[in-house]
């Protein structure tokens, strides 16, 4: 089993669902739920329920909420490397989502991850250099993003984007990255083309990036690499709870079988397509059942 490294954000999640179709500027009846999430914290868990080695570096608050978030981590026996910080909050994600649970906007406070200095992740040096495979998510801020390019350029690195406002962070790292998934929007962010998708992915993988994902809704998921250019037609989940989580459900699939089960890029888009879907069934952002869920794989 491969001991993979993840470095990125973690989060203290709210949710909150309109029973009914939303109105602007007006109090909606709805339901709250409160779970633990951020990018590359969602990526975790999955890959932990998977059964994966888990190696986690982030950054947690001084606060009670952070210390639930780490205890949690370690019940899936995930190893937490964390960056404590006594003046700034655990990051927090505010989604408010319609009655047919797609999220209409979102508030990231990801101070805690703002503040972080080269030193900080130059403190988990001897860590780090010992993993072949590196995890990214765009939650890091741009100077601990170009230190940990810098100093470990013999290593693959997988990528997340997160949003349209932080995927330009890894803009001048194209070359250096093995695989980076995205959506559309950050697609056209990371570019600055107002393009369609194929042509899109072509760019980015003229642009350095050996492998590359995007996704578009309910829209194919586009994949490829220097051989080719291909489509994943998206299964039409029956039932949205929620769309919190499950790009990254998409992102932890492609990941666990590249890495893990060493498939090739096609097959892990699938796989992670599977579980992508299944999150859109739950609240949460990682769904509790997803090993029983892929038991056939």
Known sequence: MKDLLIIGGSNIDYTASSVNPLIPEDSNIGHLNISFGGVARNV????????????FITAIGNDAGGQKLRRDLRSLKVKVLAIEDKNCPTSSYLS?????????????????????????????????????????DANLN?????????????????VEAVSASKVSRFRKHLKEIYLFKMNYLEAKTLMNEDKDIHTLANDILSAGVKNVVISN??????YGNASRIEDLPVEKATHIVSECGAGDALFAGVL???????KN??????????????TLQVSTTVNPDIKRLVSSD
Do not use: W
């Not at 975790?44 to 190696?55: F, M, P, Q, S, Y």
């Not at 741009?142 to 997988?158: G, M």
């Open 44 to 55: 975790v868990e999955n890959l932990a329920r998977l059964g994966d080695k888990i190696t």
């Open 142 to 158: 741009q100077e601990t993003i170009d230190y940990i390019f810098a100093n470990y350029f013999s290593h693959l690195f997988y």
């Open 217 to 222: 809704g309910s829209n194919p998921i586009v």
């Open 256 to 262: 666990h079988e590249m890495i893990e089960k060493g």
């Open 96 to 136: 408010i989502n319609d009655n047919l649970g797609n999220m209409t906007v979102g508030v990231c406070d990801s101070r805690i991850l703002d503040c972080r200095t080269t030193e900080d992740i130059a403190f988990f040096n001897d860590i780090t250099s010992k993993h072949h495979n590196i995890v990214l």
């Open 265 to 278: 890029l096609g097959a892990s888009v699938k796989f992670g397509a599977m579980l992508s879907k299944a």
